[in-house]
């Protein structure tokens, strides 16, 4: 079974961090990280870049694009891609084909700061 | 990270959002700061033992609120509060609490508490003193490092300011559009000169000044949560991150000045970029240009080129020359008069800017960029002439050493000139 893991913080602390106390805290994810790759069990990872950077469409007919990330509460989070956009003019139009294909809900567009393949499962 | 660590982080990122708040409640910066102080000796004190609670903010305001509630008199308005029985179980409360507090008040609790740092009658470096101090939380002695004077200096010139704020009467009712859209662009404008201090300095000095851009930059995204759809928030927000994103390739390790084109740009940081790229294409779908969009634009199209030779000179000209339109002045031409010498030559650059002869006169980039391109024009005497009225009137030995180099290679290149005619 393949689990997902959503990591869930207060941007505003994280964004406080210093460089070397951001260091720090990576460099002992990346020790769990490694182990998890040996053992061939971890798929990608992303760090995604601040909401500030997100926009949100909202799936209703037509489409409404919304700055900031999704902020509802009633729904809740059922899966994500990851896709390789030029721009988020881009990302729109993949989310709204994707739209089409599942109208109801919202696609959050939130651009990946850092990516890891992960490596191969077992 | 230590509990120390985590607590510091903490009451550092719920400083804005608490002081605001006991603002609002006392009506009084030296009021609201004092609760707030006191607020975050006794979180010293609980949060190790108790573990931290979920809103930390909401936790600071409460117990600041109670802390100085019985030193003020409750003479002047206040916002109704809950019975103090609701505050004394805030473990569980506490959420709910901050939710009826400052729901509707939070983001006008920040801008009001950052707007009346930025005001008209305060010399801009008594603005970002201030911001420093009260919004960031940097102690009088950090602020005082940062702009190279003592700390007793420092302290005088915050009471000053503060106490012209006092007397400004910042209104505490909530603003309407007009007002609002007219405090956050004095914000904007305000948290680009924090991040100036620090991008500017050079030297030994630019190490003690760095953290006043990234203090910048963690504004300039605290405003952008509360205003997450204004297109020049978003544009102001990638022009500082794009322009830091080049911090560790600006100095070489003797302090001076590494250009643009001469950058190491393996040492920009990627991430830092995306998101102001990020950014800046998400404000450009408003189409309701203004300058941060435009410089952040120019700072894009620079920070994505893989080499120097790879950056579209003819759109940053362009972008320029919208940039002139919206915020006519005399170092914009100049600016664009660079990108011009790129896309169209040094003639035509030397045109644009010898008409700004007068007014920057006494601008040591003026002379710098005028004999860089009378130099690649070949007339060589008179780029020396304006490369020594640089260095005259450089403001920094960074500035004037630059300069020195730009004259190093103008003889290096006369002498080899000379040797081929001789051959």
């Given at each position: 079974m393949l689990y997902a893991l959503l990591c869930y913080h207060d941007e505003d602390f994280v964004g406080?961090?210093?460089?070397?106390?951001?260091?720090?805290?990576?460099?002992?994810?990346?020790?769990?990280?490694?182990?998890?790759?040996?053992?061939?069990?971890?798929?990608?990872?992303?760090?995604?870049?601040?909401?500030?950077?997100?926009?949100?469409?909202?799936?209703?007919?037509?489409?409404?694009?919304?700055d900031g990330p999704y902020a509802e509460t009633k729904e809740q989070l059922l899966g994500f891609y990851i896709v390789d956009c030029k721009n988020l003019d881009e990302a729109l139009e993949v989310a709204r084909e994707l739209g089409q294909a599942n109208p109801g809900g919202a696609y959050e567009i939130r651009p990946v700061g850092t990516f890891a393949p992960g490596g191969k499962l077992k | 990270m230590t509990d120390t660590a985590w607590i510091d982080a903490a009451l550092t990122s719920a400083r804005p959002q608490a002081v605001g708040a006991l603002l609002r409640y006392f009506r009084d910066l030296d009021t609201a700061e004092e609760a707030f102080q006191n607020a975050c000796l006794r979180a010293l004190k609980s949060w190790p033992q108790q573990g931290p609670p979920r809103d930390p903010a909401a936790w600071l305001i409460m117990v600041g609120r109670n802390a100085a509630i019985d030193e003020v008199r409750r003479g002047r308005r206040q916002e109704p509060l809950p019975a103090d029985e609701a505050i004394s179980d805030l473990d569980d409360a506490e959420a709910e609490i901050a939710d009826r507090l400052d729901g509707s008040h939070y983001r006008d609790d920040i801008l009001r508490l950052l707007f009346i740092c930025c005001h008209k009658d305060l010399p801009a470096t008594q603005q970002i003193a201030l911001a420093l101090r009260?919004?960031?939380?940097?102690?009088?002695?950090q602020v005082a490092r940062a702009f190279l004077v003592s700390e007793a200096a420092m302290e005088q010139r915050i009471t000053r300011a503060k106490g012209r704020v006092a007397q400004a009467n910042v209104p505490f009712e909530t603003p309407g559009a007009i007002e609002r859209g007219e405090r956050l662009t004095a914000v904007a404008a305000m948290i680009y000169?924090?991040?100036?201090?620090?991008?500017?300095?050079?030297?030994?000095?630019?190490?003690?000044?760095?953290?006043?851009?990234?203090?910048?930059?963690?504004?300039?995204?605290?405003?952008?949560?509360?205003?997450?759809?204004?297109?020049?928030?978003?544009?102001?927000?990638?022009?500082?991150?794009?322009?830091?994103?080049?911090?560790?390739?600006?100095?070489?390790?003797?302090?001076?000045?590494?250009?643009?084109?001469?950058?190491?740009?393996?040492?920009?940081?990627?991430?830092?970029?995306?998101?102001?790229?990020?950014?800046?294409?998400?404000?450009?779908?408003?189409?309701?240009?203004?300058?941060?969009?435009?410089?952040?634009?120019?700072?894009?199209?620079?920070?994505?080129?893989?080499?120097?030779?790879?950056?579209?000179?003819?759109?940053?000209?362009?972008?320029?020359?919208?940039?002139?339109?919206?915020?006519?002045?005399?170092?914009?031409?100049?600016?664009?008069?660079?990108?011009?010498?790129?896309?169209?030559?040094?003639?035509?650059?030397?045109?644009?800017?010898?008409?700004?002869?007068?007014?920057?006169?006494?601008?040591?980039?003026?002379?710098?960029?005028?004999?860089?391109?009378?130099?690649?024009?070949?007339?060589?005497?008179?780029?020396?002439?304006?490369?020594?009225?640089?260095?005259?009137?450089?403001?920094?030995?960074?500035?004037?050493?630059?300069?020195?180099?730009?004259?190093?290679?103008?003889?290096?290149?006369?002498?080899?000139?000379?040797?081929?005619?001789?051959?």
């Open positions: 406080s961090w210093s460089k070397e106390q951001d260091a720090a805290v990576m460099a002992k994810l990346a020790v769990v990280q490694e182990k998890l790759v040996k053992q061939g069990r971890l798929g990608p990872v992303a760090r995604l870049l601040p909401t500030t950077a997100a926009a949100t469409l909202r799936k209703e007919d037509p489409p409404l694009v919304i | 009260v919004v960031s939380g940097l102690t009088v002695k000169l924090i991040f100036n201090e620090g991008y500017t300095a050079s030297g030994e000095t630019a190490d003690l000044r760095k953290p006043l851009s990234e203090e910048a930059i963690r504004l300039a995204r605290l405003l952008l949560r509360l205003f997450p759809s204004e297109p020049e928030i978003m544009g102001l927000t990638a022009l500082l991150l794009l322009q830091h994103a080049r911090a560790a390739a600006r100095f070489d390790p003797d302090g001076a000045l590494i250009l643009l084109e001469d950058q190491d740009r393996s040492l920009w940081n990627q991430p830092m970029i995306a998101e102001g790229y990020a950014l800046i294409d998400k404000a450009m779908r408003h189409r309701r240009s203004g300058p941060y969009q435009i410089q952040a634009a120019i700072a894009a199209l620079h920070a994505r080129a893989a080499t120097p030779e790879d950056t579209d000179w003819t759109q940053i000209d362009l972008l320029y020359g919208a940039l002139e339109v919206v915020q006519p002045s005399p170092i914009v031409t100049l600016n664009r008069a660079v990108a011009v010498s790129k896309a169209r030559g040094p003639q035509a650059a030397l045109d644009m800017i010898e008409p700004l002869a007068e007014r920057l006169q006494s601008y040591f980039y003026f002379y710098g960029v005028r004999g860089a391109l009378l130099m690649q024009l070949g007339r060589n005497d008179e780029a020396r002439t304006s490369f020594d009225r640089a260095i005259a009137l450089a403001h920094s030995s960074a500035e004037a050493a630059h300069i020195r180099m730009q004259i190093d290679r103008l003889m290096r290149d006369s002498a080899q000139a000379r040797a081929k005619v001789g051959q």
